[in-house]
């Protein structure tokens, strides 16, 4: 299920900041923290 919701996070459309490269980050982001089961260190 997380990872479903990070994908669709990720397709969002909708621009949270004008940052170039701003969803590719965010994207890594969310599935190393998904990946480390919702914890980060």
């Known amino acids: ?4 919701v990070a994908s ?4 969002d459309p909708v621009k949270v900041t004008d940052i ?4 590719d980050i965010w994207c890594e ?3 190393d923290f998904i990946s480390l089961g919702g914890k980060v260190d």
């Open 1 to 4: 299920m997380g990872l479903a």
């Open 8 to 11: 669709l996070l990720c397709q």
């Open 20 to 23: 170039e490269d701003f969803d």
């Open 29 to 31: 982001f969310l599935e």
